[in-house]
């Protein structure tokens, strides 16, 4: 019985705390270990089948970090930190996938995804009503003041750390939510619910996202083109407040990335183009300067802190604002193109369930390479993994694919 209990109800637990809360990574890492040797207990030790690929991309990528943090002098220790990290959770995640299925895991987090969308919107109306912020303690994180919108409207941040990482963690379940919509032809609540929190974040690197949906699953003929820029256009209006100053100050400091010097700019603005900055210039430009070493090079590499927005210095340093810039500074260009070639080649265009589910993690990874460099906090290696095991087969299979969207 306890057995059943916990194989049932461990997955919500895991998507829960790693997708949502802000809880150390030590915390989920132990949390993934107990899970992993769960699984060794259960399945016997001798019938552990790891996944070979993961195992060989994270031993190349970690032998070059340790030989480019020693050539650096950066600390070694923190490298074998980072791959500590990513091998617990890449092999946790695959052996959750091996146990339950993309299918079921999938079903897992959109219900999750639903309930903390329900908790969202409790958090909306009582604060429209009352101006009260019933989740102002996110768990893992001191008070958090919700962030608001003109005329009192909050920004849905629900339970997680910020509205962002919120909107970016949902991206599957929007994307889902919308081809359900559209096939069923039925206002189903579930899906209405997730929706309309996403959009009430207001985050944009999320919000992206929704137009290269349009661009990879509807423009097919004339009438869904007109229709789907249609489309486009309303949402980009109704949501021009969150994303259009942020977007022209970045795109009008952007030739100042050969200076460093980002004079009267927004916050986000001057996170993404510093760390980029950094990224670019550390004079280690094809192989990185090594897993978990992009703040020693913020910190070696961009050091006045009179240029610029001064009091904005050392902003994200630690994970370089967006998961593409952390890439590039830590694993270097040669890595990058491989990962986003490896991306490209890996999505799934057919027309069923798994592709759905396929588009809408592909997505969610585009919105993590905008904005969130981290590598398995808030879902990465959830939705990274998600991707994997709804990939494009090469090979021809016989099997016949369930069509049917809502059946999950």
């Known amino acids: 019985m306890i057995t059943n209990m916990i194989n049932r109800y461990f997955p919500y637990i895991l998507i829960y705390m790693c997708y949502y809360t802000n809880l150390p990574v030590k915390l989920e890492e132990l949390t993934m270990i107990i899970f992993i040797t769960w699984y060794i ?25 340790l030989i480019q943090s ?39 987090y959109l219900k999750v995804s639903y309930f903390i969308c329900l908790l969202g919107i409790l958090q909306f109306l009582v604060f429209i009503f009352l101006k009260i912020d019933i989740l102002k303690y996110p768990i893992g994180s001191s008070y958090k003041a919700l962030p608001m919108l003109k005329y009192g409207i909050p920004r849905i941040r629900s339970v997680a750390y910020e509205p962002g990482w919120l909107a970016q963690t949902l991206v599957p379940a929007v994307i889902y939510s919308l081809e359900v919509l559209k ?36 423009f097919k003929n004339r009438k869904e083109i007109m229709s789907s820029i249609f489309t486009v256009i309303i949402l980009g209006w109704l949501t021009k407040d969150a994303w259009i100053n942020k977007v022209i100050d970045t795109l009008s400091s952007l030739k100042k990335l050969q200076t460093g010097v980002f004079h009267d700019i927004n916050a986000s603005s001057f996170a993404i183009l510093s760390n980029l900055y950094v990224a ?13 070493n992009h703040p020693y090079s913020y910190f070696r590499n961009f050091i006045d802190k009179k240029i610029g927005v001064y009091h904005f210095y050392g902003l994200n340093a630690m994970d370089a604002y967006s998961l593409l810039t952390r890439i590039i500074s830590e694993l270097g260009i040669v890595w ?73």
């Open 70 to 108: 020693y050539k650096n002098n950066y600390p070694v220790d923190r490298v074998l930190d980072q791959l500590l990290v990513i091998v617990v959770m890449f092999i946790g995640y695959d052996l959750l996938f091996k146990k339950y299925g993309y299918k079921k895991l999938f079903s897992i």
């Open 336 to 408: 990058t193109l491989l990962f986003i070639i490896s991306l490209i080649m890996n999505i799934n265009l057919k027309n069923n369930i798994k592709s759905i589910i396929n588009i809408g993690a592909f997505l969610g990874i585009f919105s993590f390479l905008i904005r969130g460099g981290l590598y398995t906090k808030f879902g990465t290696t959830f939705i990274l993994l998600l991707f994997y095991y709804t990939r494009k087969q090469r090979q021809r299979s016989r099997e016949v694919q369930n069509n049917t969207l809502d059946s999950i």
């Open 41 to 65: 207990l259960e399945k016997k030790f001798f019938e552990l089948k790891l996944n070979l690929n993961i195992i060989g991309i994270i031993s190349v990528v970690g032998s070059i970090s």
């Open 183 to 218: 096939i069923s032809r039925k206002l189903q609540k579930k899906y209405l619910v997730i929706i309309f929190v996403f959009f009430m974040t207001m985050s944009t690197g999320a919000l992206i996202s929704i137009p290269l949906y349009f661009i990879l699953v509807k």
């Open 280 to 292: 670019l210039n550390n004079k280690n430009l094809f192989f990185g300067v090594g897993l978990g």
